[in-house]
């Protein structure tokens, strides 16, 4: 089986799609996600407590600030705005793809688990995670 899910974003930050992965498998097998851009990632991460996500943003955007900030400034692919090439290192640092096992239709996630989309550009984008089930 296979689909893919549209998630928009509205600037940088950690946006859960669990539910919608959840109501689309069925059945036993290995789910691939993977994300079809070069500025976003993917993770499982907490998703009890929102402050985990503001850590996350925070201490990514600290590891790696805009293109204006000065101990940035031997990037040269500055074109696209302060935040493209930045995007790009942090999607580098962070996977792009998730296996995560499905058991009887229900995702193997642990209890206080979700799947996210971390977008790490400015402005609002619609992005396109591609989901495959195999039995």
Not at 27 to 39: A, N
Not at 94 to 105: E, N, R, Y
Request: with cysteine; hydrophobic share 40%.
């Amino acid at each position: 089986m296979q689909t893919q899910f549209q998630i928009s974003t509205h600037g940088q930050g950690l946006y859960e799609f669990t539910r919608e992965v959840q109501r689309w498998v069925l059945g036993t097998g290995l789910l691939t996600l993977f994300v079809r851009h070069t500025s976003c990632s993917l993770l499982i991460q907490e998703n009890a407590d929102p402050e985990v996500q503001t850590d996350l943003r925070n201490f990514f955007h600290r590891l790696v600030p805009p293109s204006t900030d000065p101990a940035m400034s031997y990037l040269s692919h500055t074109y696209e705005g302060p935040d493209d090439m930045p995007a790009h290192i942090k999607a580098v640092m962070m996977p792009v793809s998730l296996s995560i096992p499905v058991t009887k239709g229900r995702l193997a996630l642990g209890t206080w688990q979700g799947i996210y989309l971390f977008e790490h550009r400015n402005a609002p984008h619609s992005r396109t995670v591609a989901a495959h089930l195999s039995a």
